[in-house]
């Protein structure tokens, strides 16, 4: 049995070192029906780990590449701790294996990196930890193995490290098995921090793609921010192709550790925020909700090759999972164009999305750098109903104390039967009526409390 004091201590080990528009090739991250390489596709795949008492019937295995095994962890001779519950796992696979979902072994664990450390320095013990690893492949159906060394130092360690990873890597692709590696992200997008450092270029060249943990940054956890400078240091300064670079969302919260699960079970609103407070400091729950685990895809969609969390155990069910959440964003990305999908401006009211659909129109942003939304569906999203005069070109919203007359192709609006000058003009765009975004829902009551440019996301109240 594991303690809970145990189990935030596998979850800290492993964790502790984490601290517009950029078209993306719509043939990269295409629809994919026969070619099972994940290395060809943009991914969703997730962490499980041993730990948590999990009915497997609740994985959505539906929704998913891949999944990483968490942890088999290494001693410092070579050796591997044997598992806890080796059933579960075989299980796991065989439901995995069952929905074309890829099932790889995670080595380590933040605990381990003194014991991988030790590994290294010695032949013995090296020959010792791949014949361990490859073990692995007769004892279970495994598809890969993904290395948490959180991490070796620079300097000896590093170059050890280099050394194993290599060897190692010639081993698995003489079996065609995945590699891959779990990295910790960064405070900036042009430095790294040490537990970046200790991994060589050379070494980084093993792996098949690179799990950058962007979560567990102190009590924020993981803001926004943090998985796009961390993309822009692995791309930028350490040349990792973005293909190959997948970000880590959290599906817990600090400093509380409440699980998105328990969270939203305590209140079904908090699925749709990122802060709950509590009672006191050490309760209140920093976290990633559907918004911004929606804009988080939208960014990997962009500057990355896919999506992962920490971990799958305590995901919701039904219409709040954020596996699916994830996993069906990217599908309607490659629905609709990658490059479109990521262009698109997104509106968040009162913490819902607007859903725009190819009969409402899609917002975009027009020639002078404005965004613009479809007039109908934001009029009755914020409870307006909409009518047209068709003979003088002129849209009206009634409702909430305000009356909105939008003359097409004019400067302005009336409000109330007030004009108000625009610094551009609503438009007739596909046979849709399209206004200024800030224009319609500021004079309708509402104030754009947020606009994440980077992802190109307003948030409305």
Not at 173 to 182: E, I, M, N
Not at 222 to 244: A, C, E, K, M
Request: charged share 20%; net charge negative.
């Amino acid at each position: 049995m594991y303690t809970k004091q145990k189990i935030k201590k596998c979850i800290i080990g492993a964790l502790c070192f984490c601290l517009l528009s950029i078209c993306v090739p719509v043939s990269v991250y295409g629809a994919e029906t026969t070619n099972d390489r994940l290395n060809s596709k943009f991914r969703a795949g997730a962490y499980f780990h041993y730990s948590y008492k999990t009915n497997l019937d609740d994985i959505r295995f539906d929704k998913l590449d891949y999944i990483v095994y968490a942890f088999v962890e290494p001693y410092a001779d070579g050796s591997f701790r044997p598992l806890e519950n080796p059933d579960q796992l075989k299980d796991l696979i065989e439901r995995a294996h069952t929905h074309g979902v890829k099932v790889f072994m995670g080595i380590g664990g933040g605990s381990t990196a003194m014991d991988f450390d030790v590994m290294a320095s010695d032949k013995n013990s090296i020959i010792r930890f791949i014949k361990s690893t490859m073990g692995l492949f007769e004892d279970y159906d495994l598809d890969g193995i993904d290395i948490d060394w959180e991490s070796p130092l620079v300097g000896e360690s590093a170059k050890n490290c280099e050394s194993v990873m290599q060897q190692l890597s010639k081993e698995l692709k003489a079996k065609g098995k995945y590699f891959t590696v779990a990295v910790s992200g960064t405070y900036k997008a042009d430095q790294g921090i040490p537990s970046t450092n200790g991994f060589t270029d050379a070494c980084l060249d093993c792996f098949d793609w690179i799990h950058v943990m962007t979560y567990s940054l102190q009590r924020t956890n993981s803001p926004l921010w943090f998985p796009d400078v961390s993309l822009q240091y692995w791309h930028n300064i350490r040349g990792i192709s973005t293909d190959r670079l997948v970000i880590g969302v959290p599906f817990y919260a600090l400093p509380s550790w409440k699980t998105y699960r328990d969270l939203i079970a305590e209140d079904p609103e908090y699925a749709y925020i990122d802060q709950v407070l509590g009672a006191d400091e050490t309760q209140e729950s920093n976290y990633n909700g559907i918004n911004t685990i929606r804009e988080k895809t939208k960014l990997g969609l962009q500057n990355g090759g896919g999506m992962f969390s920490w971990v799958i155990n305590v995901d919701a069910a039904g219409e709040q999972s954020l596996t699916a959440l994830i996993y069906d964003t990217i599908k309607e990305a490659q629905a609709m164009g990658v490059s479109n999908f990521v262009n698109k401006p997104t509106v968040v009211y009162k913490n819902r999305e607007i859903m725009y659909d190819a009969n409402s129109g899609y917002p975009f942003i027009d020639a002078a750098n404005r965004t613009m939304v479809p007039f109908r569906k934001s009029a009755e999203a914020v409870g307006m109903t909409v009518s047209y005069d068709a003979v003088n070109q002129v849209a009206k919203a009634t409702g909430n104390g305000k009356t909105i007359q939008i003359p097409i192709g004019q400067p302005s609006i009336t409000v109330n039967g007030q004009t108000i000058a625009l610094d551009t003009q609503a438009v007739i765009y596909n046979n849709r009526t399209y206004i200024p975004m800030r224009a319609f829902f500021e004079n309708a009551g509402c104030t754009i409390k947020q606009w994440h440019n980077n992802t190109r996301t307003a948030y409305v109240e």
